[in-house]
């Protein structure tokens, strides 16, 4: 093993999606080899320097200190169904074998009625028993918000929490007192310039924490322990080493009865060998204590082209200078 980050051999993959999220088709990213392993660095289209600084910082922390023991070895996850037609959903949850669902609503090429068709067949598929949370991804203005969320609210059969209905803190603050669901945020934490300041348990019920978007997962920890909110586990676009991260964070968390929403699924292949490609098992996945190792052969299948190769490693360079 080398010791040191190895910036300069970083491999860069693009791994085309099975439903585009968010319009987004392709997931682009880049393997960070460190002493101890390996790390994923993929900020997101639009994400300015300072805080593709964070997702390089997490890249890194996996690569080189590890992550915290763990207290539980599985954790439940939760399936996510893109702004996809009414079929699509019933066979995304059909095939995760997961008890919960998030569910995309509020795109801005939908409707209410295509949030309402998607989520009554996500009922349908999961049963009464099955939990599913909305996630606006801050599409909605307060009045918006307060309209549709009780309309959701029954076409599901009872949302668990409703995550970012609003762009901003203040509008989603108001928003509690106009709705009778709990309110998650996530955007309003991971885009603020220091989610430790935040005034989260003023202003929603639950805080939703991606391990990338804020800096690894010991920073992702401090920010759950400030808080004073329960937490639940987000991921963003990942391969197996990039969720793997995410299973740690909600590996060292206190369990707060909420699924770890992880993106399982979403992509139409992956960089490790299949027995190391997380897939949930009766709803859950297994913390592990390091990233799993990229399969060589895959990681040729999934290579990006020169163009995409030399915009990574610009973006690379950007975000090395701001940590």
Not at 141 to 153: H, W
Request: net charge negative; charged share 20%.
């Amino acid at each position: 093993m080398k010791t040191w980050i190895n910036f300069a051999d970083a491999s860069v993959f693009a791994i085309p999606l099975i439903d585009a999220v968010g319009g987004v088709r392709v997931y682009e990213g880049m393997l960070i080899e460190g002493p101890q392993g390996w790390g994923e660095f993929s900020a997101p289209p639009g994400c300015d320097d300072e805080r593709a600084g964070r997702w390089l910082t997490a890249s890194i922390e996996a690569g080189t200190v590890g992550w915290p023991d763990p207290i539980r070895g599985r954790v439940p996850v939760a399936v996510t169904v893109p702004a996809v037609d009414p079929d699509r959903a019933r066979r995304i949850v059909t095939d995760a074998g997961c008890r919960t669902a998030t569910v995309r609503v509020g795109d801005p090429d939908g409707t209410l009625v295509t949030d309402i068709a998607r989520l009554e067949v996500v009922r349908d598929a999961l049963g009464p028993a099955g939990a599913i949370r909305c996630d606006a991804n801050g599409n909605w203005d307060l009045d918006t918000a307060a309209a549709v969320i009780p309309a959701l609210d029954r076409a599901a059969g009872g949302l668990e929490f409703v995550e970012q209905p609003c762009r901003t803190l203040a509008e989603v603050s108001a928003l509690r007192g106009r709705i009778d669901i709990p309110v998650a945020v996530d955007q309003s934490i991971r885009d603020a310039s220091d989610p430790l300041r935040l005034p989260l348990a003023a202003s929603a019920d639950i805080a939703v924490l991606t391990v990338a978007a804020l800096g690894g997962v010991r920073r992702a920890l401090r920010i759950a322990e400030a808080c004073g909110l329960p937490c639940v586990v987000s991921g963003a676009l990942e391969s197996s080493i990039g969720t793997a991260g995410g299973l740690a964070l909600a590996g060292v968390l206190p369990d707060t009865g909420f699924a770890s929403t992880l993106g399982v699924g979403l992509l139409g292949g992956d960089i490790v060998s299949g027995g190391r490609t997380l897939m949930p098992v009766d709803g859950t996945l297994p913390v592990s204590p390091m990233p799993p190792a990229p399969d060589l052969a895959r990681l040729a299948t999934f290579a990006a082209d020169a163009e995409t190769v030399a915009r990574w490693r610009h973006r690379l360079a950007s975000a090395q200078h701001l940590i």
